[in-house]
C-alpha cells in the first residue's frame, strides 16, 4: 500500500486551552506514539481531509512530514480520533508509528460486492461485519477486504473462514463469525379465527381476525 504524506508539526503547549486555541487557528492536536513513547504534534485540518475525505480509515499507512523536512517522513497509522458529540468536528488524533519490518495488528475494512441471487429472490442482504481484524507487514495491509455475494442465496452466508485474504496477511478474527447473510423475507401470516357461532368464546373476550401475530397491532 503506497503512502501518503501527510505534513505535520511539533507542539510545546498541551492541554484543554491550548487544544482549544489550536482548533481556532485550523490544526487538529495530535499525539504520535511508539512502542511507548509519545510526541505532541498538530496537523492542519485543510491538509487532513485532503486525505481522509469524510472518512477515517484506521488502516491506511500514511507518512508523516516534519514541517522541517529534515528527516525522512515517519510511517504511521491513525490508531485512534475523537469526534464532537453534536458538530462530528475532529477534535484529536493518535497516530502510531510503525516500522515496515515489524507485523502490526489493526483492523480492514469489508466491501461487498456483487449483486446476491438471493436478493434478486426477495431475500434481505444482512451484514453483520463490516471490518475484520487482520495481522501482517504495513506493507502488505490491504486498503479493503471485497466480498462477492452474487452467488449468496436466500438462507446462505459468509464466514469469515471463507475469506481469502492476500499473501502475507493473516486473520485474527473468529472463523466462524458471518459477515453477511442472506435473510429470507418476513411473510405475514394472517390468523385463522372460527366464526362465532362454531368457536364459542366469554362475554368480553374480544376476537381480533386478520392480525399478523409479527406485526406489532394489538
Same mark, same amino acid.
Request: a negative charge; charged letters at 20%; glycine letters at 6%.
Given at each position: !500500500?503506497?503512502?501518503?504524506?501527510?505534513?505535520? +508539526?511539533?507542539?510545546?503547549?498541551?492541554? +484543554?486551552?491550548?487544544?482549544?486555541?489550536?482548533?481556532? =487557528?485550523?490544526?487538529?492536536?495530535? *499525539?504520535?506514539?511508539?512502542?511507548?513513547?509519545? =510526541?505532541?504534534? !498538530?496537523? @492542519?485540518?485543510?491538509?487532513?481531509?485532503?486525505?481522509?475525505?469524510?472518512?477515517?480509515?484506521?488502516?491506511?499507512?500514511?507518512?508523516?512530514?516534519?514541517?522541517?523536512?529534515?528527516?525522512?517522513?515517519?510511517?504511521?497509522?491513525?490508531?485512534?480520533?475523537?469526534?464532537?458529540?453534536?458538530?462530528?468536528?475532529?477534535?484529536?488524533?493518535?497516530?502510531?508509528?510503525?516500522?515496515?519490518?515489524? #507485523?502490526?495488528? #489493526?483492523?480492514?475494512?469489508?466491501?461487498?460486492?456483487?449483486?446476491?441471487?438471493? *436478493?434478486?429472490?426477495?431475500?434481505?442482504?444482512?451484514?453483520?461485519?463490516?471490518?475484520?481484524?487482520?495481522?501482517?507487514?504495513? /506493507?502488505?495491509?490491504?486498503?479493503?477486504? =471485497?466480498?462477492?455475494? #452474487?452467488?449468496?442465496?436466500?438462507?446462505?452466508?459468509?464466514?469469515? +473462514?471463507?475469506?481469502?485474504?492476500? +499473501?502475507? *496477511?493473516?486473520?485474527?478474527?473468529?472463523?466462524?463469525?458471518?459477515?453477511?447473510?442472506?435473510? /429470507?423475507?418476513?411473510?405475514?401470516?394472517?390468523?385463522?379465527?372460527?366464526?362465532? @357461532?362454531? =368457536?364459542?368464546?366469554?362475554?368480553?373476550?374480544?376476537?381480533?381476525?386478520?392480525?399478523?401475530?409479527?406485526?406489532?397491532?394489538?
Amino acid at each position: !500500500m503506497e503512502a501518503q504524506v501527510l505534513p505535520i +508539526k511539533t507542539r510545546s503547549e498541551i492541554g +484543554k486551552n491550548a487544544n482549544h486555541k489550536l482548533r481556532a =487557528q485550523g490544526y487538529i492536536p495530535a *499525539v504520535l506514539y511508539s512502542h511507548g513513547v509519545s =510526541q505532541a504534534v !498538530m496537523v @492542519e485540518k485543510k491538509n487532513f481531509f485532503k486525505i481522509f475525505k469524510g472518512h477515517i480509515s484506521e488502516n491506511l499507512l500514511i507518512d508523516l512530514q516534519f514541517n522541517d523536512q529534515s528527516s525522512s517522513p515517519v510511517k504511521a497509522f491513525i490508531k485512534d480520533y475523537q469526534r464532537h458529540p453534536i458538530t462530528d468536528e475532529i477534535l484529536h488524533l493518535d497516530f502510531f508509528k510503525v516500522t515496515m519490518t515489524e #507485523t502490526i495488528t #489493526t483492523k480492514a475494512p469489508i466491501e461487498i460486492i456483487g449483486s446476491s441471487i438471493g *436478493v434478486k429472490q426477495g431475500g434481505v442482504l444482512e451484514v453483520i461485519e463490516r471490518e475484520i481484524e487482520v495481522e501482517c507487514l504495513p /506493507a502488505d495491509l490491504p486498503e479493503k477486504v =471485497q466480498i462477492d455475494v #452474487t452467488n449468496l442465496a436466500i438462507g446462505q452466508s459468509i464466514h469469515v +473462514k471463507d475469506i481469502i485474504v492476500p +499473501k502475507g *496477511v493473516q486473520i485474527l478474527s473468529s472463523p466462524e463469525s458471518v459477515i453477511v447473510a442472506v435473510l /429470507a423475507p418476513h411473510k405475514a401470516t394472517e390468523e385463522v379465527v372460527q366464526p362465532a @357461532e362454531e =368457536q364459542p368464546h366469554e362475554p368480553g373476550h374480544r376476537v381480533v381476525c386478520g392480525v399478523s401475530p409479527r406485526s406489532g397491532v394489538l
